[in-house]
């Protein structure tokens, strides 16, 4: 038999109104304690390039003591992917590129920043006669410039040397392994007796012709293959 509910019977009682309050508070601690622990986990590397960033963007602390002990930020730089192989190399680009494009030598030379560095190529008759290892007086004048460009850089330097396939069998040069290297030794002597580049830092290779850059099909191709290129190497 089913017993018939009065009048006002709510059923049970349920949790006192305080244990909302208290479930709430709960509920904020947690929250507040997981962002005490996200903040302990810091990426010292990502907040070192943030401060580089923001030093660069405000123009503070330039020079002299900083608040972190980075050599970037020391330095003034922009941040933590800053690389100042690169912004050496593109301000010695600028200083070459404005005296071969007065001279006009825009064709012979070629410079680029690749995995190796920074690579200044002169191509052609710039520096040398054909089959011959002494530097031309206009050679020596656009070496003059690139030697101005990189004395005061840390960089190592190599000047390779390279010729076409055309062969050549002298009492000077026995073959074009004996031309390219002694083109590039001679360059390295040039740097070293007129600028006073550390010798330490330079070191010449030569590649007789075995690393043309265009097939010797053509007069223009084997002069662009007959080249010395000076490569400031990445540290």
Not at 60 to 68: A, R, Y
Not at 180 to 190: D, H, L, Q
Request: proline fraction near 5%; glycine fraction near 8%; charged fraction near 20%.
């Amino acid at each position: 038999m089913l017993r018939k509910r009065k009048t006002g019977d709510q059923g049970p009682p349920g949790s006192p109104a305080w244990m909302t309050t208290y479930g709430d508070m709960m509920t904020l601690l947690l929250v507040f304690f997981v962002f005490l622990y996200s903040f302990s986990v810091l990426d010292v590397g990502r907040f070192q390039g943030f401060i580089s960033a923001l030093q660069a963007r405000l123009g503070v602390l330039e020079g002299g003591m900083t608040i972190l002990d980075n050599a970037n930020i020391s330095k003034g730089s922009l941040g933590q992917n800053f690389n100042p192989d690169t912004a050496n190399f593109r301000k010695v680009m600028g200083h070459v590129s404005q005296y071969i494009e007065e001279e006009g030598y825009s064709n012979n030379v070629i410079m680029e920043i690749n995995e190796r560095g920074l690579v200044i190529s002169l191509t052609g008759q710039i520096l040398y006669d054909l089959g011959k290892a002494e530097i031309k007086p206009g050679g020596k004048i656009i070496l003059n410039r690139i030697a101005e460009s990189i004395q005061d850089l840390p960089n190592n330097i190599v000047v390779e040397g390279h010729t076409d396939n055309w062969p050549i069998n002298n009492e000077e040069f026995p073959s074009n392994w004996e031309l390219s290297t002694t083109r590039a030794t001679n360059v390295i002597k040039y740097f070293i007796e007129t600028h006073q580049l550390p010798p330490a830092r330079l070191s010449a290779a030569g590649y007789s012709e075995y690393r043309p850059v265009y097939s010797n099909d053509t007069e223009e191709n084997r002069s662009k293959n007959r080249r010395v290129e000076v490569v400031v190497l990445r540290q």
